[in-house]
């Protein structure tokens, strides 16, 4: 009888982590800090989702709407993955989208999970109805004040193009010295990134690991394989920056473990 309630208990345990694990929204917080940002957007606050992956959290994606509010944003990034191709449910991605459209302005690049579904212009169609900006390979200008800024977006490679000709095609209008945003789903293309000489980068796709390891890191990542190089957190090359989510929903991999499902901040902020 004792083995049977140990048994029983170990069950229970075990759901309740795994539960946990995939449920329990954080919230990530940085600070970018640089004397490139022009004035009017010191203080300018930026809400990144990240592969939901038809994910729900609380009834009509409640929890999530909640939560992305109360971190306050200016502008909210959608970085892909936004459904899975496995199991493709858009209405339920999109009950978060109409939640977020009322808090701030939303911009959104494809992953590499809506090339797959091959209804991408139906996406496309979906999210602009609602009044969300989706960032083919181009760029736009956000204002504030008497200054301008940049957000620009690519395309996953899926959609048959190379990472290099997106970005250029994206930037072919922007300026050398305007401040500029960049949406890009794959972050193992951050050396491309970095020759394009953006400013910042917002990326996901790495599930943060998926199973994340003690001092060691993330396990796995699609694109990079076992022990990836990029997962979580702000990463530098040359004199680009890129933040990366560990993002919200699964795919393939069913559950996280030990990677609570994140909803990242950045705040701008110019150095005197």
């Known amino acids: 009888m004792k083995k049977i309630m140990r048994l029983v208990l170990l069950i229970i345990a075990g759901y309740l982590f795994l539960y946990i694990n ?3 929204l954080i919230t990530t917080e940085h600070v970018y800090e640089t004397n490139n940002i022009p004035q009017s957007f010191d203080g300018f606050r930026i809400v990144q989702i990240s592969d939901l992956h038809d994910a729900t959290f609380g009834e009509g994606q409640e929890r999530l709407i909640e939560n992305v509010a109360s971190a306050r944003p200016d502008a909210i990034f959608l970085t ?5 191709s496995n199991r493709y449910n858009l209405e339920r991605s999109l009950q978060a989208v109409r939640g977020f459209i009322d ?10 999970h ?3 579904t091959n209804y991408v212009g139906d996406i496309y169609a979906s999210l602009e109805a609602l009044g969300v900006h989706t960032l083919k390979n181009e760029a736009v200008t956000f204002e504030r004040g008497d200054a301008k800024m940049t957000i620009a977006g690519i395309e996953d490679p899926l959609m048959n193009t190379p990472t290099k000709d997106m970005l250029n095609e994206a930037l072919q209008y922007v300026r050398d010295d305007e401040f500029t945003l960049l949406l890009a789903h794959r972050p193992e293309m ?6 394009a000489a953006v400013d910042v980068v917002f990326s996901g796709h790495a599930h943060g690991g998926q199973i994340r390891i003690p001092f060691v890191g993330g396990l796995v ?3 990079q394989g076992l022990f990836p190089k990029y997962t979580s957190g702000r ?4 004199n680009t920056s890129m ?3 560990r993002g919200l929903g699964n795919s393939s991999m069913p559950f996280r473990v030990l990677n609570l499902p994140e909803i990242l901040v950045v705040e701008l902020k110019k150095t005197k």
């Open 221 to 223: 990542a699609p694109g």
């Open 22 to 24: 995939n449920e329990w």
């Open 235 to 238: 990463y530098d090359e040359l």
């Open 243 to 245: 933040y990366l989510s």
């Open 103 to 112: 808090i701030a302005p939303v911009y959104y690049v494809l992953g590499n």
């Open 114 to 116: 809506e090339v797959a």
């Open 80 to 84: 892909g993955d936004l459904i899975d």
């Open 190 to 195: 951050v050396e491309h990134y970095a020759n």
